[in-house]
């Protein structure tokens, strides 16, 4: 097993899920050492998590700020 950390990307070709009913998002990411491919995980967040994500995303890209959250979840579906 390496000792280097892995970091993520996310995977073009795919594009995230949700479910309605629960809220829950699962967004495909790869995983990497350095530059190489060691597999492929799902980032699940429940509605709250990605509402959170969401807005931090918003925030950093400096999008405006104070977004409805409900109105922000239903752009990205």
Do not use: K, N
């Not at 995977?11 to 060691?38: C, F, K, M, N, Q």
């Amino acid at each position: 097993m390496s000792l280097l950390p892995l970091h993520a990307s996310l995977v073009r070709e795919e594009s995230l899920t949700a479910d309605r009913v629960t809220g829950e998002v699962r967004v495909p990411v790869a995983l990497y050492e350095i530059d190489e491919h060691r597999g492929f995980v799902s980032l699940v967040c429940s509605r709250t998590e990605a509402r959170t994500l969401f807005t931090q995303l918003a925030e950093a890209l400096g999008l405006v700020h104070g977004i409805a959250l409900r109105a922000g979840l239903e752009a990205v579906r």
